[in-house]
C-alpha cells in the first residue's frame, strides 16, 4: 500500500469509507441514547405525579375519611382532594393538564393506595375515563 510517493488515491478512499461508517454507526448509537434517556426521564416524571396523588390521597384518608376501606375499593377523585385543600396540579412536561384519580382498597389487612393519571402523551396503566 504505502510506497516511496505516500498514500495513493485509492487507498485514502477506503480509509475514509471506513471511517464514515464508523461515524454513522456513533452517531445512531449516540441519538438512539439520547431518545432512550429522555424517555425514562419523561416517565419518572409521570411516576413522580402519580406518587404525589398517592401520597394526598393518603393524607386524605388518614385524616378525612370516616368509613373502613374494604376490598370493593374506593375512588378518590381529585375534585375529592381540592376540597380538603389536597389536591396535586397534574400538568405534563409540556404544561398540558391531566385528569387523575385513586382507588384505595383493604385486601387482607393490606391496605392499597393507586393513583391513576391520563395525560396526552402518557396514560397509567388500567386508567378508567369514567371514574375521574
Not at 396523588?53 to 381529585?78: F, Q
Not at 409540556?94 to 385486601?107: F, W
Request: glycine fraction near 6%; hydrophobic fraction near 35%; charged fraction near 25%.
Amino acid at each position: 500500500m504505502l510506497n516511496k510517493h505516500g498514500w495513493g488515491l485509492k487507498e485514502m478512499l477506503i480509509l475514509s469509507g471506513i471511517l464514515m461508517l464508523f461515524l454513522v454507526i456513533a452517531i445512531y448509537y449516540i441519538f438512539t441514547l439520547y431518545q432512550e434517556m429522555g424517555k425514562e426521564m419523561n416517565t419518572n416524571y409521570y411516576h413522580d405525579l402519580e406518587k404525589d396523588l398517592e401520597d394526598n390521597a393518603k393524607v386524605y384518608l388518614e385524616d378525612y375519611y370516616d368509613e373502613n376501606l374494604t376490598s370493593a375499593g374506593v375512588t378518590i377523585t381529585r375534585s375529592t382532594l381540592r376540597a380538603y385543600d389536597l389536591d396535586v396540579s397534574l400538568r405534563d412536561p409540556d404544561g398540558d393538564v391531566c385528569s387523575g384519580y385513586v382507588i384505595a382498597s383493604k385486601t387482607h389487612g393490606e391496605e392499597s393506595i393507586d393513583a391513576y393519571i391520563s395525560c396526552p402523551d402518557y396514560t397509567t396503566d388500567g386508567y378508567e375515563d369514567w371514574r375521574s
